[in-house]
């Protein structure tokens, strides 16, 4: 009896130590190592920056606004390939295409590197087409607008009027001082135009341009400044001054349709 419960302590005993030594075992390193990974340590994101996991969308579901704007903002794979696009979409202003020449070429272009451009060059954005009710592909007429402007009928047609002055009643006080010429030392020229009563956007668009000269090419949205039937005011004021010439104002609704809403010519002396 003696032998038979000495023997089952002996077994007791060698299970025990199996046990205890699986028990020390080291963990699998690749599991650890994920779980660190995953849940403790952040995950390195573009430039080494943490960056966020995506959230889990669902089927058919729309772009969010941060999935939008990031998937604007991704740089096209090859860099050359960009800069060689940026520079034709540059040179597609510079040498006067016409409304429909502009189109073509902006419709070649992906949006992302056309966004990076409108990025580079002013204050429109992805972000400010969402804020404005528009799709992203705004881009492309925005651009066909930015390189050829309107025509001289769109001109009469045009339901607004643009008054010119070197100084803004909001800022300065008193009446208005319209001018229709400038000197090269004024630094700053005052747009006062109107748009239609029935004009709900909270912005225009204004192109600003140098007729057959390479100073100013201003294309960009401004705040709508008071309500509709009144007096909205814009200034621009180049970094370099005003090379002596003839400007261009054209002020446009940010509808997909690009209205004109207003138009001007000015004169600059030396």
Do not use: C
């Amino acid at each position: 009896m003696n032998t038979l419960v000495k023997a089952v302590a002996v077994v007791f005993t060698l299970v025990s130590l199996l046990a205890w030594a699986r028990w020390l075992q080291p963990a699998d390193v690749t599991g650890s190592t994920e779980l660190e990974a995953t849940d403790s340590l952040p995950r390195e994101g573009h430039r080494g920056e943490a960056r966020e996991e995506a959230p889990m969308k669902r089927p058919g579901a729309t772009l969010g606004e941060r999935e939008r704007h990031e998937s604007a903002s991704q740089p096209p794979a090859t860099d050359s390939v960009n800069a060689e696009t940026l520079e034709e979409l540059r040179l597609g202003l510079a040498v006067g295409f016409t409304r429909e020449e502009a189109l073509a070429l902006a419709r070649q272009v992906e949006l992302e590197v056309l966004a990076a451009f409108f990025e580079a060059h002013s204050h429109i954005s992805p972000d400010w087409l969402h804020r404005s009710g528009l799709p992203p592909e705004h881009l492309r007429p925005l651009y066909a607008r930015w390189a050829a402007g309107s025509d001289r009928k769109a001109w009469e047609l045009a339901p607004g009027d643009v008054l010119l002055s070197r100084y803004s009643p909001r800022h300065d006080g008193g009446p208005y001082r319209i001018q229709n010429g400038f000197q090269s030392e004024d630094r700053t020229v005052y747009l006062h135009y109107t748009v239609p009563q029935d004009y709900s956007a909270a912005s225009v668009v204004i192109r600003w341009v140098h007729e057959g000269g390479s100073g100013l090419s201003h294309f960009d949205y401004h705040p709508v400044t008071t309500g509709p039937g009144q007096r909205q005011e814009a200034w621009v004021r180049p970094k370099s001054g005003w090379e002596p010439g003839t400007y261009r104002v054209e002020i446009f609704g940010t509808n997909e349709a690009l209205p004109l809403l207003a138009a001007r010519t000015y004169t600059v002396v030396q």
